[in-house]
């Protein structure tokens, strides 16, 4: 697997980089949007666990890291079950004794009429779109509210990633666009529940992205947009990045990204 965006060397454990002695998790990190987001919060200091159920592929990108000066620590682990994303989110902070940052990437599509839906990929979409992000964000947040509390930075980072079909609905997308406009609702509630204790809700909305998810079943999507047009997975990383590494006083708590050819 390619290293995203490995242009500059990471900075090393002692560097000055804006998250030096943080810790992040990042789902979904065996390819696209969840790989180059890792990548660029180790490029800003962060120790990091990245989880997915490709084994290989993580170990690959923690190589790459690792290779650089960086710090990355592997979690396998299936997030649409309960159990294991809990666990995912005790793991990361076994490995590196505090949570930081958490970064909800992981996600499915199947696309297509609802009369001619599988009931069993709506439910994969619900459990690893939605139900996911409860658990993760669930079971992190003790965690983020005392590195908020306590932490280099005085602040503490949760990120979904939600899509722009998230805010806007389309034939034959009906069901992962539920799940994305319930990211983004879900996302907005905690954001009030917990800003007055230091930890951020950020919501991330890309448009068509280059990753195996939109080249796969998304790709109905793309409404004969060229793929050349379409963003890359560095974009909405870069995003996210900056998102985290604002200043503690400023958040920004909402982003959607969009290909400038895409329409809607």
């Known amino acids: 697997m390619r290293a995203p965006d490995r242009s500059d060397t990471l900075p090393g454990a002692d560097a000055e980089a804006p998250l030096s002695g943080c810790a992040a998790l990042v789902t979904g990190a065996s390819s696209g949007i969840g790989a180059a987001t890792a990548w660029q919060l180790a490029r800003q200091g962060a120790a990091v666990a990245v989880v997915?159920?490709?084994t290989g592929r993580l170990e690959e990108l923690a190589t790459s890291i690792r290779d650089q000066g960086g710090s990355c620590a592997v979690l396998t682990a299936d997030l649409?079950?309960?159990?294991?994303?809990r666990q995912a989110v005790e793991?990361?902070?076994g490995r590196f004794a505090r949570l930081d940052v958490l970064v909800n990437n992981a996600g499915y599509v199947a696309m297509g009429p609802v009369e001619e839906g599988?009931?069993?990929e709506w439910e994969r979409m619900v459990d690893l779109n939605l139900n996911a992000v409860l658990q993760m964000s669930r079971s992190a947040l003790p965690h983020l509210l005392r590195a908020a509390a306590d932490g280099p930075r005085g602040t503490a980072d949760l990120v979904n990633v939600s899509s722009v079909a998230g805010r806007v609905?389309?034939?034959?997308n009906a069901v992962?666009?539920?799940?994305?406009h319930a990211v983004c609702a879900f996302s907005e509630a905690m954001r009030q529940e917990v800003t007055g204790r230091g930890v951020r809700v950020g919501l991330i909305e890309p448009g068509l992205t280059v990753t195996e998810m939109a080249t796969g079943g998304g790709r109905l999507a793309a409404r004969d947009l060229p793929e050349e047009s379409w963003l890359r997975a560095e974009d909405i990383a870069r995003a996210i990045t900056f998102m985290i590494t604002q200043p503690a006083h400023a958040a920004?708590?909402?982003?959607?990204?969009?290909?400038?050819?895409?329409?809607h």
């Open 91 to 93: 793991d990361a902070v």
């Open 80 to 85: 649409g079950d309960p159990g294991q994303a």
């Open 118 to 120: 599988d009931p069993a």
């Open 176 to 180: 992962y666009s539920a799940t994305k």
């Open 52 to 54: 997915a159920r490709r």
């Open 169 to 172: 609905a389309r034939r034959n």
């Open 252 to 263: 920004v708590n909402e982003i959607m990204v969009r290909p400038t050819a895409q329409e």
